[in-house]
């Protein structure tokens, strides 16, 4: 993503690696940042309101190998920017994302 102009950073940047869903959470929201992930934890929205995060793309591939994320996940980077991500919930599918807004429930 940085490759793309995104301010990225991954757990282990971050020194989250092996931390609880709720700190990476909290350090996403704190930080503003979107949380991008292969844990359909998060799509709990109850858990993880969409409206108290700057986004959050849940990744729901087949085949969790890093070149096929990458692959899936660089189909949807244009997305960013067109569709709306902030206070959303993005559900990545291998042919299809589906957004979830504050409007919706």
Not at 2 to 25: R, S
Not at 33 to 46: E, P, Q, Y
Not at 68 to 77: D, M
């Amino acid at each position: 993503m940085a490759e793309a102009g995104h301010d990225a950073k991954t757990v282990n940047e971050q020194g989250l690696q092996g931390a609880q869903d709720t700190t990476v959470a909290e350090v996403c929201a704190r930080e503003r940042r979107a949380l991008v992930t292969l844990d359909t934890d998060f799509s709990d929205i109850k858990a993880y309101p969409p409206e108290n995060f700057s986004g959050i793309i849940i990744l729901r591939v087949a085949h969790q190998s890093k070149p096929h994320i990458l692959k899936i996940f660089n189909q949807v980077l244009p997305l960013i920017g067109r569709e709306p991500l902030d206070q959303h919930l993005w559900i990545v599918e291998e042919f299809r994302v589906r957004i979830r807004g504050i409007e919706q429930d």
